[in-house]
């Protein structure tokens, strides 16, 4: 991300996968935030940056035991449900349904239908954008006569880092 005054900006990489430092991520999470009307609470923060050092898909109740790790203390199920779907609505952090995990959004400073990549051995996810397949599923929802409400595309199979192990 380049930066231009105080001001975080968002990444123009069409390649990017997330992989930015700590304090740029989460300092755009802040800024976007505040421009929605919102604020990214401490608790929200501690979820969000859970989900970027887990570097796959995880279940709101690991992130309960890291936070009641963190905080020495019980944390219920209702206030990390309420922090996630928070961090959805803002589009932050987007939900495998297969999975039922959450995983973190690589740009979420645009609104955009995303393809998520799910490796059955490593659990490993990979989020893309990819307009071609939103536009097919657009077109055939309109043949069919079909109100699309969401778009959930999950692709499950063996990710690069496991194939070449043989593990396939």
């Not at 929200?44 to 989900?51: F, N």
């Not at 995983?103 to 490593?122: A, K, M, S, T, Y």
Request: hydrophobic share 35%; charged share 25%.
């Amino acid at each position: 991300m380049e930066h231009s005054g105080t001001e975080p900006q968002p990444c123009t990489d069409p390649n990017c996968r997330g992989q930015h430092p700590p304090a740029e991520r989460v300092a755009l999470a802040v800024s976007l935030c505040a421009a929605r009307g919102n604020k990214l609470t401490t608790l929200r923060r501690d979820v969000l940056e859970l989900l970027w050092e887990s570097g796959r898909p995880t279940g709101a109740y690991a992130l309960i035991e890291a936070l009641e790790l963190k905080y020495s203390r019980p944390v219920g199920p209702p206030t990390v449900y309420r922090a996630l779907e928070f961090l959805m609505s803002q589009r932050l952090v987007s939900k495998i349904e297969s999975r039922n995990a959450y995983v973190p959004c690589v740009h979420p400073e645009r609104q955009h239908d995303c393809l998520f990549f799910i490796c059955n051995i490593c659990g490993a996810s990979t989020e893309l954008e990819d307009p071609r397949v939103v536009q097919v599923l657009a077109e055939d929802a309109a043949t069919l006569g079909y109100r699309v409400d969401r778009r959930v595309v999950e692709v499950e199979g063996a990710c690069s880092n496991c194939v070449p192990t043989g593990a396939v």
